[in-house]
């Protein structure tokens, strides 16, 4: 919205003696973080959670937003916290907006508890890259393995998430492949711009050694200057716009697979009992009971995941929609401005050399 901005999804490195993220998403701010609007992005990228009950006559809104970290020394350790603010028009609140700090572990933390509380829903959360461990790929490829491994420990799974998990597994593929190319796109387009910046000084201290040619080349200079500011533009939407936003869909599909194994792990652990049951391996009375309760957690677990499932294809679509539309139409924006640039001084060199031909004729 235009009352909102976001500003670039730093990547941290953090340097910390405890065995957790090198890396961590987020985002910087809200907005004006002195007022309070229901329009705000949801984007993974944000590090934004939105929840709206659209079935109450009035809208109630939940915002939280991760930002400012602060590294922290002491004697025996270092490490950093983070900003986490909440806004809210929930009545049940006490205050309409708090605000703490909390460090890495915290959020480690919970995640753990809502992973144990809601196996099966689709939580944007951290994923784990740990330090000086096997590459992205080569990490995804290992999840992969996991969770196939898991999946033929079961024997009833319905369809439909058969098809989820394949949809996941390719969609991994795709996206750490895309995250791949995208990084060495920026990667050659920062060594271009750092070529590119040279040549205008250098075409300036030509000029002074070029008494003919001294106009003709600080115009090439300045064009060259323009063109670089607009390149350095490009490379920013690059890294605020479409690397974080790829990068987040990375993290979760790491995540998605994750999803899928509790789910697998639920289902087998009601195959086990049945199948116990049917060979009378055990009292039938207390595994009937057992076999009731899993039957119903396997029911609530196969529930919420198709109710999530639906919304975050339906989110990362729009999201990755528009990081590439946005991308595109910068990259148009980006080219027609450099084309201008040129066409413009080759215009007024023309005028130039039909006003000298003038001059020499007459």
Excluded at 199 to 220: C, M, Q, R
Excluded at 305 to 324: G, H, P, V, Y
Aim: glycine content about 4%; charged content about 30%.
């Amino acid at each position: 919205s235009g009352s909102s901005s976001l500003l670039q999804a730093d990547v941290l490195d953090l340097d910390e003696d405890e065995d957790d993220l090198e890396v961590f998403s987020k985002d910087a701010s809200l907005m004006d973080m002195s007022s309070f609007s229901p329009m705000m992005p949801t984007s993974p990228l944000s590090m934004i959670n939105q929840i709206k009950f659209e079935d109450e006559p009035d809208l109630k809104d939940l915002f939280i937003t991760v930002d400012e970290p602060e590294s922290h020394v002491t004697t025996i350790e270092t490490f950093i916290t983070y900003r986490i603010v909440t806004k809210t028009s929930r009545g049940e609140f006490d205050s309409s907006e708090f605000e703490v700090r909390r460090r890495y572990q915290d959020f480690l933390w919970l995640k753990g508890k809502l992973e144990e509380a809601y196996p099966t829903l689709i939580i944007p959360e951290l994923s784990s890259h740990k330090k000086q461990g096997p590459g992205l790929l080569s990490r995804m490829g290992q999840t992969v393995r996991a969770v196939a491994s898991s999946m033929r420990g079961v024997k009833n799974r319905p369809e439909e998430f058969m098809e989820m998990n394949n949809f996941i597994e390719m969609f991994s593929q795709k996206i750490n492949l895309i995250d791949k190319i995208s990084q060495r796109i920026y990667k050659e387009e920062r060594e271009y711009f750092d070529e590119m910046k040279e040549y205008g000084p250098i075409h300036i201290l030509w000029s002074a050694s070029e008494e003919d040619l001294v106009d003709t080349l600080k115009g090439v200079a300045s064009c060259i200057d323009r063109c670089c500011k607009a390149t350095e533009k490009r490379m920013t939407g690059l890294s605020e716009a479409l690397l974080p936003v790829i990068h987040e869909y990375v993290l979760y599909s790491e995540m998605l697979m994750g999803v899928m194994k509790r789910r697998d792990q639920i289902q087998a652990e009601l195959d086990s009992k049945v199948e116990a049951l049917t060979n009378k391996k055990a009292d039938a009375g207390l595994l009937t009971e057992e076999i009731g309760k899993l039957e119903d957690k396997v029911e609530c677990a196969n529930n919420a995941l198709k109710a999530d499932w639906e919304r975050w294809k339906q989110n990362m679509q729009n999201d990755i929609k528009s990081a590439f539309t946005d991308t595109a139409e910068e990259n148009i924006h980006y080219y027609e401005q450099c084309l201008a640039t040129w066409e413009s001084f080759l215009t007024s060199q023309t005028d130039l050399h039909l006003e000298e031909d003038s001059e020499d004729k007459l």
